[in-house]
């Protein structure tokens, strides 16, 4: 299951899934890249207790899914336009259909779904990896070719204001 | 380097509002992944906010370098879940069902607060928005809405007797 397939794609790809790995946030979750199969990608976390959301039940934080979703949308964009250039999450929606059991691996499986010049529309869907249950499921767009714009120069000269 | 945002001050004492800044403190303390995150409440002049204090595990993006999506997403939904939670008459652990959250300025990588904002309390849900900055309060980095839902006596009992 957990196999890599990095060595078969694109240099695009293949940048994208090194950056991916290498996001201090997906570092500190311990996300890992399983696969990119065509517009496809898949994720993997392996719960901690400090991810849970209450001290006393197993349950694992919907943020710690909300991140894993945001990660795997992010290079799934990657995955579906074969081309490297700075994007960022739009909107993001998600609904919890179950609750997340913390001692079972978390699946994110997202597809981009749609690309325009300006827009990749991306679905993703949390699983839980011992059952194949669905735990959530995600909508995102991101914006592609951020640079330059709001996300580079907006914002910077506050810095210290 | 002292902001409109990073003014706001700990509040602590036995006034109503440092009881209700405890409270939520209290509630927040109780999500191991809220104390990972180092979420703190603050009083600013017009409400409670919870602030997220900067460090590396939180870059989503190193050149940048701005703050992950999903940091955000998290800020957001425990801003909402405490709010929907201390105003409870039960102080029941809310659920949370779903949520939606639009990005609108890039984060970079420094101390973000979240203020919250009940759109209804109901008896079995709640609808809380959430307001997202750093420097400049008007000028708002990310807004999201969370629903949630609170336990109910019939829930409880089914979860009784599923045990």
């Keep these: 299951m957990t196999e890599s397939n990095r060595a078969q794609h694109s240099d695009a790809v293949t940048t994208a899934w090194q950056f991916t790995e290498q996001v201090p946030h997906g570092r500190d979750l311990g996300m890992q890249v399983v696969s990119v199969n065509g517009n496809q990608v898949c994720m993997r976390l392996t719960p901690q207790p400090w991810m849970f959301a209450e001290e006393d039940t197993q349950e694992i934080c919907t943020s710690v899914l909300y991140s894993l979703a945001d990660s795997a949308g992010g290079l799934a964009v990657f995955a579906g336009a074969l081309e490297l250039m700075p994007i960022a999450t739009l909107d993001l929606r998600m609904d919890y259909l179950r609750p997340a059991i913390g001692d079972r ?53 506050k810095e210290g204001a | 380097m002292s902001t409109t945002g990073d003014s706001a001050q700990p509040i602590s004492g036995p006034t109503e509002s440092g009881k209700e800044c405890s409270d939520w403190q209290a509630l927040l303390e109780r999500i191991p992944y809220a104390r990972h995150l180092g979420l703190e409440v603050q009083r600013d002049d017009v409400g409670l906010v919870v602030h997220m204090p900067c460090r590396e595990a939180l870059i ?97 009992e089914a979860d009784l007797h599923e045990q």
């Excluded at chain 1, 869907?125 to 592609?144: K, Q, Y």
């Excluded at chain 2, 997403?73 to 039960?90: C, F, P, Y």
């Excluded at chain 2, 979240?114 to 900055?133: D, M, P």
């Excluded at chain 2, 949630?148 to 829930?155: D, F, G, K, N, R």
Aim: charged share 20%; proline share 3%; hydrophobic share 40%.
């Design chain 2, 60 to 156: 989503g993006n190193f050149m940048l370098p701005a703050l992950h999506g999903g940091v955000l997403g998290a800020l957001i939904e425990l801003t909402a879940r405490v709010a929907a939670q201390s105003q409870d008459t039960d102080k029941r652990c809310p659920r949370i069902l779903d949520s939606h959250i639009n990005y609108l300025r890039s984060a970079q990588a420094r101390s973000t607060f979240a203020s919250a904002e009940i759109v209804r309390q109901g008896r079995r849900s709640s609808l809380v928005r959430v307001t997202c900055w750093q420097g400049d309060k008007r000028k708002p980095i990310a807004s999201g809405q969370v629903q949630l839902l609170l336990p109910t006596m019939a829930a409880k």
């Design chain 1, 105 to 157: 691996a978390l699946l994110a499986v997202a597809t981009c779904r749609h690309l325009t010049d300006e827009v990749a529309f991306i679905h993703c869907d949390i699983l839980s990896e011992s059952d194949s249950a669905l735990l959530a499921t995600a909508n995102a767009t991101f914006m592609r070719n951020t640079q330059g714009q709001r996300f580079q120069a907006g914002g910077r000269k």
